[in-house]
């Protein structure tokens, strides 16, 4: 009990801990830490600057087409689409082994040295050699799978090719009703206008022109609905080609009609002939 009193003494004797205070410093903030905070966050915006705009052609920014053609979809698809670049490029690997299997190996030089009683440095060559018709079994393995590549590429890009031509005349088609659509909505317009003057003569009751009125909202609903619908198909367009991230805002061409087909076996070869897969 007397230990632990003298030690409670001598504590409270000692003088207090003083910490030492900067002459610049300033008042606290207060308790909820919104003043510490917005200075702090204004230095960082001001360390790190205020956000670059994005440049043309990056990957904000879209790049527009003013005027596309069939010609130029199907050249497009045909370096951009991602499917015909990686078949393209396992043709080109197969290649590649072709002329790689075609090839002797590479001779091998070793070079050596020992010490015993003085230097002695041992060099040797050696030259690996193909026995058992290895060279030409990996030649004819290699030229089968170019084949099967090429194969595989042409399906591909015939499949491409269809789905690229069925969107571009998806897009001419709904361009067209869409043009017929507005062409539409300025007559219901000009007849309603009409039917209002009719009406202030009193040549028309008034439920013809509501009849009127409601035919417009009527023609301008389907107007809007083809729109939407030509703003997906040209997506779709883009999509298809390779250029998802590019915008469409016109396809220059015309609907053609089907070309008429003889007899069955002409229609049979025409189809053979346009599909690779049945080949």
Request: proline content about 5%; charged content about 25%.
């Amino acid at each position: 009990d007397r230990l632990f009193k003298r030690r409670q003494k001598t504590a409270h004797e000692q003088p207090a801990a003083v910490l030492p205070q900067s002459t610049s410093a300033k008042p606290a903030a207060a308790s909820n830490g919104s003043a510490s905070v917005k200075p702090l966050i204004q230095a960082q915006y001001q360390s790190q600057g205020p956000a670059a705009s994005p440049k043309p052609g990056s990957a904000a920014g879209r790049e527009t087409i003013p005027v596309l053609t069939l010609d130029d979809a199907l050249r497009t698809a045909e370096s951009r689409q991602p499917q015909l670049v990686a078949a393209a490029a396992a043709g080109d690997a197969a290649r590649g082994r072709y002329r790689q299997a075609g090839t002797y190996p590479n001779p091998s030089l070793d070079v050596r040295g020992e010490t015993l009683l003085e230097t002695q440095v041992v060099a040797g060559v050696s030259q690996p050699i193909i026995l058992g018709a290895r060279r030409e079994r990996a030649m004819e393995a290699t030229c089968r799978d170019i084949e099967v590549r090429e194969r595989e590429f042409d399906a591909l890009r015939a499949r491409v090719s269809c789905g690229v031509k069925q969107a571009f005349y998806a897009v001419v088609g709904l361009q067209q009703l869409t043009t017929l659509a507005r062409e539409q909505e300025q007559n219901a317009l000009s007849l309603v206008e009409k039917m209002q003057e009719r009406f202030k003569q009193g040549d028309v009751a008034e439920r013809d022109v509501l009849r009127a009125e409601v035919d417009l909202s009527t023609v301008r609903i389907q107007a809007e609905n083809l729109e939407r619908a030509l703003t997906e198909a040209r997506k779709i367009l883009a999509t298809r080609m390779g250029i998802a991230t590019t915008t469409i805002t016109q396809c220059d061409g015309e609907l053609r009609l089907p070309e008429p087909f003889g007899t069955e076996e002409e229609l049979a070869a025409k189809l053979l002939a346009g599909q690779p897969d049945l080949q």
